[in-house]
């Protein structure tokens, strides 16, 4: 008789497993331990992550690439491609373990940069676009010049990172509208506080006052999404220099503060 008061349970506790935990663990092999040796040698975030940090990065990768197709367009894609793409997406949303780009099936890269009608084989003027979230016929499709891509992680000085600045366009859409105000991750009571720290910085640099890069100041989502590349890529140097601008995004990425808050 016992057993069949249990049997319930057990069986709900599979469904859940199934359903629930399950969605979160890979069921395909990626050989995340080859990962390791390229993400040291390219990303600065994951090299000041502790042993059981990395792995928990290299396996949130998985998930990514599990959920996320990644393709070339003119060029064969290698591994380090996928592995930069799965970086740039997961460096933002580290802090938030059930995090999933639900609006994103594709990420299509091309050799370098393109215009705005997604040419790159030609020598044209115009073709200076690194990244962009696709709309239209690209909906639910990322977009991303290699050559960009791989810049973003090469050089660690110049506060740009072209993957990153995408996916976090991806999480400020989330909401419904690229605003550059982040509802999803901001605690109600910061988002007036933030929008017109925003307004002050996106002044600052249209005044040539400010080192975070020009096109910050053309629109608030685009402040947004460079304002992160600044922190994402240089921290120590964005809390010297910007500390309420670094205080505030720490609150945006990292969820365990505004808990303690």
């Keep these: 008789m016992v057993f069949l008061y249990i049997l319930p349970i057990v069986a709900a506790a599979l469904l859940l497993y199934f359903f629930v935990f399950k969605k979160d663990t890979p069921t395909i092999d990626y050989p995340t331990v080859q990962w390791h040796?390229?993400?040291?040698?390219?990303?600065?975030?994951?090299?000041?992550?502790?042993?059981?940090?990395?792995?928990?990065?290299?396996?949130?990768?998985?998930?990514?690439?599990?959920?996320?197709?990644?393709?070339?367009v003119?060029?064969?894609?290698?591994?380090?491609?996928?592995?930069?793409?799965?970086?740039?997406?997961?460096?933002?949303?580290?802090?938030?373990?059930?995090?999933?780009?639900?609006?994103?099936t594709g990420v299509i890269l091309y050799p370098d940069n393109f215009n705005k009608d997604l040419e790159f084989d030609h020598s044209g003027k115009d073709r200076f676009i690194g990244?962009?979230?696709?709309?239209?016929?690209?909906?639910?499709?990322?977009?991303?010049?290699?050559?960009?891509?791989?810049?973003?992680?090469?050089n660690q000085t110049d506060?740009?990172?072209?993957?990153?600045?995408?996916?976090?366009?991806?999480?400020?859409?989330?909401?419904?509208?690229?605003d550059g105000v982040p509802e999803v991750l901001l605690k109600q009571s910061y988002v007036i506080p933030w929008i017109n720290l925003m307004h002050q910085k996106m002044d600052a640099i249209n005044k040539d006052k400010s080192d975070i890069r020009a096109y910050g100041g053309t629109s608030q989502a685009e402040f947004f999404a460079t304002a992160a590349e600044y922190?994402?890529?240089?921290?120590?140097?964005?809390?010297?220099?910007?500390?309420?601008?670094?205080?505030?995004?720490?609150?945006c990425f990292d969820p365990s503060l505004k808990k303690a808050a």
């Design 74 to 104: 003119g060029f064969e894609l290698e591994e380090l491609d996928r592995v930069l793409v799965a970086a740039s997406a997961v460096i933002p949303v580290f802090k938030f373990p059930a995090w999933h780009y639900d609006e994103l």
């Design 37 to 72: 040796q390229p993400l040291m040698e390219k990303v600065l975030f994951y090299q000041q992550l502790n042993d059981v940090e990395q792995r928990r990065f290299r396996y949130r990768m998985a998930i990514f690439l599990e959920d996320t197709y990644v393709e070339s």
């Design 231 to 251: 922190f994402f890529s240089r921290p120590k140097l964005m809390r010297r220099k910007h500390p309420e601008l670094y205080r505030m995004l720490k609150q």
């Design 131 to 154: 990244g962009l979230v696709g709309t239209g016929r690209y909906k639910n499709q990322m977009i991303l010049s290699k050559t960009s891509l791989y810049h973003g992680f090469d």
């Design 159 to 178: 506060k740009r990172n072209t993957g990153i600045h995408e996916f976090v366009h991806l999480i400020d859409k989330t909401d419904g509208d690229t």
